[in-house]
């Protein structure tokens, strides 16, 4: 929205001002739970099997492939 437009809205009709207003504050809080669902869906995709207590089959795709440890046996 330009500010020619803006102004003309204040200036003009209270009620389409206050209307907005009011949309605009729910915008906001959408956007804020949006961002936390966000950090958390990342937070996710950082876990793996190898820093995390989750089984190797729940390593995202994007997990680099775990390495073999030889256990060496003394006898």
Known sequence: MER???EAILDGDRETA??????IDELIEAN???EARVAEL???L???SRN????PSAD????PPR???LVRRIA
Request: no cysteine; aromatic share 4%; proline share 10%.
């Open 4 to 6: 020619a437009e803006a």
């Open 18 to 23: 206050l209307a907005l207003l009011m949309r």
């Open 32 to 34: 804020r739970r949006l």
């Open 42 to 44: 990342e937070q996710r």
């Open 46 to 48: 950082k876990r793996s």
């Open 52 to 55: 995390f207590s989750l089984p």
């Open 60 to 63: 995202p795709p994007s997990a």
């Open 67 to 69: 390495t073999r440890t």
